[in-house]
């Protein structure tokens, strides 16, 4: 099946710092999307991008639509504490309704 | 409203237990899912409904009986589990035009002993 490579796995930050994190793959998808996973609870959609190129943002969350398809990064400016938790990419196949889930990246914030 | 809800919230059973998930939603999705997540990794498709009738079931075992009474509901009835079982068990639901942006409930925390 198809697979995602997330990356980084884990980053440590001081608060106010900038994040960036990507995931790529060797497929097309045509639908990308961000989630984030607070311990215990199920992930919350942070944002959707539906064109190659797009660029979109949800307050301090940046997160863009690759060229090729195959990839898409998510930047958080300005990071706080409650950014804590596991981001996951997901992208969307070209037919059906399934997501294919990247392994995750584990965001911790030092005050 | 975007609230995917899910009970009970933590779940302990015997092998030999019957038991079931449940999981609504009031926003009109016609789509719904299940997921498996063991710690630290993705949520795994398990099933999903579409306008209430099966459409993908990922070769689950049949321990795992999924069904949709109606568009706003979803079961998971669960029967001689397995240790390996134990998992966070997530429903989510979407709209057809938007069928990937997914919204999942807050889980059910799973334990089989």
């Known amino acids: 099946g198809q697979q995602l490579n997330q990356s980084p796995q884990s980053m440590f930050i001081q608060e106010g710092e900038d994040v960036s994190m990507n995931c790529t793959s060797s497929?097309?998808?045509?639908?990308w999307l961000w989630y984030k996973q607070d311990p215990g609870e199920g992930p919350v959609l942070l944002i959707a991008?539906?064109?190659?190129?797009e660029l979109t943002s949800n307050g301090r969350l940046t997160a863009q639509f690759g060229i090729t398809r195959k990839d898409s990064f998510l930047n958080i400016s300005a990071s706080i504490p409650s950014d804590v938790g596991i981001y996951f990419c997901?992208?969307?196949?070209?037919?059906?309704?399934?997501?294919?889930f990247g392994e995750g990246t584990q965001l911790t914030v030092n005050p | 409203d975007t609230e995917v809800t899910q009970t009970p919230k933590h779940l302990v059973m015997g092998m030999t237990n019957k038991k079931s998930l449940k999981c609504e939603q009031h926003?009109?999705?016609?789509?719904m899912y299940w997921y498996k997540q063991k710690a630290k990794k993705p949520p795994e498709l398990m099933f999903v409904?579409?306008?209430?009738?099966?459409?993908i079931n990922e070769s689950v075992p049949s321990r795992f009986s999924p069904e949709c009474p109606n568009s706003s509901l979803l079961n998971l009835h669960l029967h001689a589990l397995q240790p390996e079982d134990s998992a966070l068990y997530l429903c989510?639901?979407?709209?057809?035009?938007?069928?990937?942006?997914?919204?999942f409930g807050p889980g059910t925390r799973l334990t089989v002993t």
């Open positions: 497929s097309i998808f045509n639908t």
């Open positions: 997901a992208g969307g196949e070209t037919s059906g309704s399934r997501l294919t």
């Open positions: 989510a639901s979407s709209q057809g035009d938007r069928k990937y942006e997914q919204y």
């Open positions: 991008l539906y064109k190659a190129g």
């Open positions: 926003m009109g999705h016609r789509a």
């Open positions: 409904y579409s306008y209430e009738k099966l459409s």
